[in-house]
């Protein structure tokens, strides 16, 4: 220990009655400073159902849109729901099976060296911003072909690929090397060893960490901004079309003038936040049980 | 077998599912997808509903990105306020503009107390969006409305931080009776640097900072204003006279120019001084449409356009948008013949 | 267990396989596993790739004076980062002041000062509030929190801190710098603070509860064991924090009012590279404006490349020094 506050001078009781304010107050400040937190997280949420309970009925998830602001009342995100399922499950789809892959590669065959240089590679991944991630696929995919929405899918997909990875590496790890060793030991080959043996014992965690990563993207805004923007109104599930999302109906619902569209715009973000909270929470409720399961008993 | 028979399943499921996606759905041939201005996109909302032969879509995103999303073939048809330039037309690779929506820039603004239809001219404009006149009881502002008690209160221009053909419009009149605003601020163009202000994304989202800010002004078209209960300008044209965005102002406007250029563009912004123009709104403006001279759907986009410029243009005075005059009609229907499959 | 009962085979085949180091199915595996882990790499190549052949125009026009040219005019076609840079610079510098303490204290809660009954729950619900989606908190940002700034704590800052070139004029408009600024202060705690909490979790209970027996209060045990031991790792998740901040497009450009101007007066409208990119790109005419708003993509990918990679070093010298010390 480097610090000098607790040398044995400091720690007398001469002192005592001063260090135990000074222990008070900073317990109080910290106290305080994740009340802050709670409150905040508490005031967004609220204002989001406070505002956005006032549309959501029937019609919000079953009409399409109003034509700017005509005819607000029976409208609805019935076409951004919908898009928003079609963009995320087609991530999803792609994501999932190149993370485990790539995973299932980095935990049990790659060599140390190569397994942190990879590892960096996935970590700079994640840290690309959604916006230049978008830029990228727009540029690659989009430019002179036209908007879809399995673009945007790709897009989201490669936001989702590093969460996937180190969630699914992650329980591979946990997974005891004693299972693994058993199963060679009796003369099974190494793909039928990882197929049959680890992979069932991860796949609590494997769904765990997609649906955060699902949680998370279902939310990207700037990834769709150029990739599936120009979308109808009509309920559509192409998609070798630009989709409506429900992100996208928020952000440019946002800024409109219009109270009625103000609410709808409540509504659609009371929508995704109870989607995106619900699933966080599940995933994390399940994944700390499988984990246990895992590491604990057996 | 377990994990045989689950591999069969999730391929089979994926099958089906691939199957249904693709069949649940063959791309309708009634859909004309359009993206652009969003100073026309009031009437165009109306026509969606109206239109009953094909289902049009529109996106609002700005006449920047009306012209871009032509130029890549990314819609049907695109919309911009701003004529396209020579290099925007080659970029463009065969596309046609053709004016189809005739109405007016409205400068709103939001101030308690205060009655609509203050006098503003070109110059006291020019100088609130350049950041020279700052706050509402300025002498400036009250010499054109003697009698007005302006309140003591900050200044806030609102601009358009998207790619807009108001945006270049609005800098088309601003430039015109502003030497000082050409050189400093620069234009007509779709995006300009403004010296001072908020920006905000499309027409609507003008009118949304406009309604929230207390002291603020700026730029859309008089459809936003009326809709959003946002008071409204009168602007000094040439003869000196104050006008307010209408039907009969938009009207004397558009009698500045009957010459297509040979991109079909008319310039009506600032009319001159006459006796014609006695009543002319000088921020009006045509908007026009961008079709690809080589479509596949020509025959739905000129139905459609001929639909617009006819019969559409009934539902245009409701929402201050004056019928084009008859010979933008007969230059549409001339032109439209250029437009091939 | 009875997956490993299924893998029990024929030990005369048994034999045979483990003669052979590497059976086709294992090969077959390796194969594309090691495809599905290069994919990282490969897509990481081809986006340094796309963008800078992308931004190519506008790097041969402008050079690397676009970084310090002030002027954005796309009525001339000249176009500079400057004051996207001041920008992005100005909010996530001071979103990342607002969070610091914020998020550290929030860690220390959960990990030292909290009783155990309540750490669970509000551990959760911080890690919720990262949950939140960028494009409702900007939603919040324009219709809630900026007419609160401007109508109540606006005013208060200007009376007690007018002084300061920070709060210099009255509040005028929601959209502000300062409303980015709180946003993005709310995105960064919840990164920043899990992150501490797992590091303050790492330090060996042998030190702590040496310096319990010596009759340390909480605090001392804070101060003089766990932050010295978590130092570098806080400054980590710091810089992650900071790396969130300045690649936030969506919320920001809801919130910051999108002007070109450099100023301190953080009641006026902004704007930061992500911003301008996401609120441009798609009404961009010109080619030089697409390959301009490229290269400010560019510059924001080089910054989170640093960043990522300066947190990764930090990390990576604390674990190998608690490695070796252990």
């Known amino acids: ?298 | 077998m377990n994990l045989r028979r689950s591999a069969i399943v999730v391929v089979l499921v994926a099958l089906v599912a691939t199957a249904v996606t693709v069949t649940a759905g063959a791309r309708s041939q009634g859909t004309l997808s359009g993206a652009g201005a969003t100073f026309p996109a009031p009437l165009i909302a109306v026509w969606q509903q109206e239109y009953k032969r094909d289902q049009v879509n529109y996106n609002a995103i700005g006449s920047g990105g009306g012209i871009s999303a032509i130029t890549n073939r990314t819609v049907d048809f695109g919309a911009s306020d701003a004529p396209l330039t020579p290099d925007q037309f080659s970029a463009c690779k065969g596309c046609i503009q053709l004016p189809w929506v005739l109405s007016a820039t409205s400068v709103m603004y939001n101030l308690d107390g205060v009655k609509n239809a203050i006098h503003l001219n070109g110059r006291a404009i020019a100088d609130i969006f350049m950041g020279n006149i700052t706050n509402w009881n300025d002498a400036r502002i009250r010499r054109l409305n003697p009698g007005v008690n302006f309140p003591d209160r900050r200044i806030t221009p609102v601009y358009r931080s998207d790619g807009s053909g108001t945006t270049y419009n609005f800098t088309d009149y601003l430039t015109s009776v502003s030497p000082s605003f050409k050189s400093r601020v620069g234009g007509p163009n779709t995006t300009v640097n403004w010296p001072a202000g908020v920006g905000a994304r499309g027409s609507s989202g003008v009118a949304g900072v406009i309604s929230r800010t207390e002291g603020a002004i700026g730029y859309a078209d008089i459809a936003y204003a009326l809709k959003n209960h946002i008071k409204f300008a009168a602007v000094q044209n040439k003869s000196g006279k104050w006008a307010t965005p209408g039907l009969r102002s938009i009207k004397a406007a558009s009698l500045a120019d009957k010459k297509f250029s040979k991109t079909n563009e008319l310039s009506i912004v600032n009319p001159p001084k006459g006796k014609k123009f006695l009543r002319a709104y000088p921020i009006s403006t045509y908007s026009y449409v961008l079709l690809p001279l080589k479509t596949s759907k020509a025959a739905q986009l000129k139905a459609f356009v001929t639909w617009a410029v006819t019969t559409g243009q009934r539902f245009g005075p409701k929402l201050i948008f004056q019928p084009v005059p008859s010979y933008v009609l007969a230059r549409a229907k001339s032109q439209l013949t250029r437009v091939k499959s | 267990m009875a997956s490993v009962s299924e893998t029990v085979v024929d030990p005369a085949a048994a034999t045979l396989r483990r003669r052979g180091r590497f059976s086709p199915g294992d090969a077959f595996l390796y194969g594309i596993t090691l495809a599905a882990a290069l994919s990282a790499l490969v897509l990481l190549v081809l986006l340094a790739r796309e963008l800078i052949a992308d931004a190519w125009p506008a790097v041969q026009e402008f050079g690397l004076g676009f970084v310090t040219s002030r002027t954005w005019d796309p009525s001339t076609d000249v176009y500079g980062a400057a004051t996207f840079l001041f920008g992005t610079a100005l909010t996530s510098f001071a979103a990342l002041l607002l969070a610091a303490p914020l998020s550290i204290a929030i860690a220390l809660f959960l990990t030292e000062l909290a009783p155990r009954w309540l750490r669970g729950p509000v551990g959760t619900l911080v890690e919720m509030l990262a949950a939140v989606p960028s494009v409702v908190l900007g939603l919040w940002g324009i219709l809630v929190m900026g007419p609160w700034i401007v109508e109540h704590v606006g005013p208060f800052l200007h009376r007690t801190l007018g002084w300061t070139p920070f709060f210099k004029t009255e509040p005028a408009t929601g959209p502000s710098m300062l409303s980015a600024i709180l946003i993005l202060t709310i995105m960064m705690v919840p990164i920043i603070s899990s992150i501490c909490r797992e590091l303050f979790l790492n330090v060996p209970r042998e030190l702590r509860e040496g310096a319990l027996a010596l009759g340390a209060t909480r605090w001392e045990v804070v101060r003089g064991v766990i932050f010295p031991y978590a130092r570098a790792g806080v400054a980590a998740a710091l810089i992650l924090g900071l790396g969130r901040a300045i690649g936030e497009a969506i919320a920001v450009t809801q919130v910051i009012g999108n002007n070109e101007a450099i100023t301190w007066n953080l009641f006026d409208p902004g704007d930061t590279l992500a911003s301008r990119i996401a609120s441009l790109y798609v009404g961009a005419t010109t080619k030089l404006q697409i390959s301009s708003l490229v290269y400010l993509a560019l510059i924001l990918l080089a910054f989170s490349l640093v960043v990522n990679l300066l947190a990764r070093v930090i990390i990576n010298r604390v674990a190998a020094r608690h490695q070796v010390s252990a």
């Open chain 1, 1 to 298: 220990m480097s610090d000098h506050v607790l040398t044995a001078k400091s720690l007398t009781s001469e002192h005592r009655t001063r260090r135990r304010i000074v222990n008070w107050v900073v317990e109080g400040v910290a106290t305080l400073a994740a009340l802050t937190a709670v409150a905040l997280l508490l005031i967004v949420v609220g204002s989001v159902a406070k505002r956005g309970l006032g549309a959501i009925n029937l019609d919000f998830f079953t009409k399409t849109p109003s034509l700017l602001g005509f005819d607000v009342a029976s409208s609805g995100i019935a076409n951004a729901i919908v898009g928003t399922f079609v963009i995320v499950g087609l991530a999803v789809s792609m994501a999932l099976p190149i993370g485990i892959l790539a995973a299932i590669y980095l935990n049990e065959f790659a060599p140390r060296r190569v397994q942190s240089v990879m590892t960096v590679a996935f970590d700079v991944l994640n840290g690309v911003p959604a916006i230049v991630v978008g830029i990228f696929v727009f540029v690659f995919i989009v430019s002179g072909h036209g908007q879809a929405a399995w673009k945007g899918s790709f897009a989201l997909a490669i936001l989702m690929l590093p969460l996937v990875t180190r969630s699914t590496q992650e329980v591979l790890a946990l997974v005891p090397s004693s299972m693994r060793e058993a199963s060679l030991a009796l003369g099974a080959p190494r793909w039928r060893t990882t197929l049959s043996v680890v992979l069932p014992m991860a796949v609590g965690g494997i769904i765990t960490g997609a649906t955060l990563a699902t949680a998370r993207v279902a939310g990207e805004t700037a990834p769709l901004l150029f990739t599936s923007a120009l979308a109808g109104n009509a309920v559509s599930w192409q998609p070798d079309e630009p989709l409506s999302s429900i992100p996208m109906f928020i952000f440019t619902s946002a800024e409109q003038a219009d109270p009625a569209l103000q609410e709808q715009a409540w509504g659609a973000a009371l929508v995704l936040i109870a989607f995106v909270l619900v699933a966080s929470m599940v995933a994390r409720a399940f994944g700390l049980r499988s984990r246990r399961r895992l590491t604990g008993g057996r």
